[in-house]
């Protein structure tokens, strides 16, 4: 009798066992009386088949059979039980929110000391301050160049009233439609003598000098400058011919005529002057000739701007070149922020320094902090030059050059400086 029946029906073996064991299977089934239905009896072949295979199959009285080993290729079956995935739970979403402007307590602001110009100031105080600075401009008329616009007005320094305690000079009047600094100084003055104006620049430090640009003109450095006031303009042919005038008519050394007093306008400057000569005009007219750091901040301003209009190329209305001559302010592009004209273009300017190459630097080391109105070095390096400034390269105001002050150069001129009380 056959023997070692596989727990497992395949159909590699079935041929020649399944119909043996399924008749023997029959019969034992008729003898024991079972009635099922088909799910019992597939119950029944998955626990008690293999038994009564075994016990089927082996017949008589032979001794038990050898337990059969299972196929080595089989593997024990894996149960996979299903994941159970918990439902997603729907993230409500969130209503857009008006963001709202935050509201600041001027008291939460930091306040500054007394004596600082400083003041706290609301949204309209704001917007007020930010149209009263704006400058307007006009466009150009039929027929013009669409690049040229006309300034039609510009704004204050400050905003200030009259101190009365502020008293001019004699021989000086203010001219009050130009309004005030917060000073309580007038921002335009008016010559009485040769009856030219003057802008007020206020008390302060500026940049002067300038990094890279070679010895002579660094180090680029701050410089404390007290109150004053310089002139809009130069010095012009006819103010000169009429202190000529005078000078004869009182007995005096007239001093020699311009050197382009015979072939220029009379709203030309007066070039070719002395050094001498223009400070003997200038003290006729209650006036000094500016020193280099009063005419460079009256220049380029506070700031140090490379030009009198801030950086970049000018605005010329009409064609310019520099060392070019012309009446004075014919070029309103040439208006530095204090209102002085023509310091870019037209004729270098007399200085009262002595001059240094290393001027800047011998009036850091002397003063070993920022320099308070300094006056130059004691002596000039070479002998006999004064500085001259003005009509540089490019149109720079901080470049500085120099002029024996014994001779008459043909493009140097000169304009004055008002000085005032220290505060």
Not at 215 to 228: I, K, N, S
Request: hydrophobic share 30%; aromatic share 10%.
């Amino acid at each position: 009798m056959k023997r070692g029946f596989p727990l497992m029906y395949s159909r590699e073996t079935s041929s020649g066992k399944w119909p043996y064991c399924r008749d023997k299977f029959m019969r034992n089934r008729k003898k024991i009386g079972i009635q099922t239905t088909a799910p019992i009896v597939l119950a029944f072949f998955s626990l008690c088949l293999p038994t009564l295979f075994l016990c089927g199959c082996q017949g008589g009285g032979e001794g038990p059979a050898p337990p059969v080993a299972a196929p080595q290729d089989e593997q024990p079956a894996v149960v996979v039980v299903p994941e159970v995935r918990q439902p997603l739970l729907a993230v409500p979403e969130r209503a857009p929110q008006k963001s709202t402007p935050a509201t600041v307590s001027p008291d939460a602001h930091w306040t500054a000391p007394e004596h600082a110009n400083f003041v706290f100031m609301d949204e309209v105080e704001t917007q007020q301050k930010l149209i009263a600075n704006l400058m307007r401009f006009r466009s150009p008329d039929s027929g013009n160049n669409s690049s040229h616009f006309d300034v039609v007005s510009t704004p204050p320094l400050t905003r200030g009233t009259k101190d009365p305690q502020k008293k001019l000079p004699a021989f000086f009047t203010e001219l009050p439609q130009h309004g005030y600094d917060g000073s309580g100084w007038p921002l335009r003055i008016h010559s009485d003598i040769d009856q030219s104006e003057m802008v007020f620049v206020p008390a302060g430090t500026f940049i002067r000098g300038k990094d890279g640009a070679g010895e002579e003109f660094g180090p680029q450095h701050a410089v404390y400058l007290g109150p004053y006031y310089i002139d809009v303009r130069e010095v012009t042919i006819e103010d000169f011919a009429a202190y000529r005038e005078h000078v004869s008519s009182t007995g005096g050394r007239s001093p020699q005529q311009p050197i382009n007093q015979p072939a220029s306008e009379a709203r030309h400057p007066a070039l070719g002057v002395t050094w001498r000569d223009a400070g003997l005009y200038l003290e006729y007219v209650h006036k000094q000739l500016p020193t280099e750091a009063e005419w460079e901040k009256g220049a380029r301003g506070a700031g140090g701007f490379d030009h009198p209009w801030g950086y970049g190329r000018p605005a010329w209305h009409k064609s310019r070149t520099p060392g070019q001559i012309s009446s004075v302010m014919e070029y309103p592009a040439d208006t530095s922020p204090y209102g002085a004209m023509d310091m870019a273009g037209n004729a270098r300017e007399w200085c009262s320094d002595w001059y240094s190459p290393t001027a800047y630097r011998q009036a850091l080391m002397e003063s070993g902090e920022v320099p308070r109105n300094p006056q130059g070095p004691k002596k000039s390096e070479p002998s006999s030059q004064r500085v001259v400034k003005g009509n540089g390269p490019n149109w720079v105001v901080w470049h500085r050059g120099s002029a024996s002050l014994s001779d008459r150069p043909a493009d140097v001129g000169f304009r004055g400086v008002l000085h005032l009380p220290a505060e």
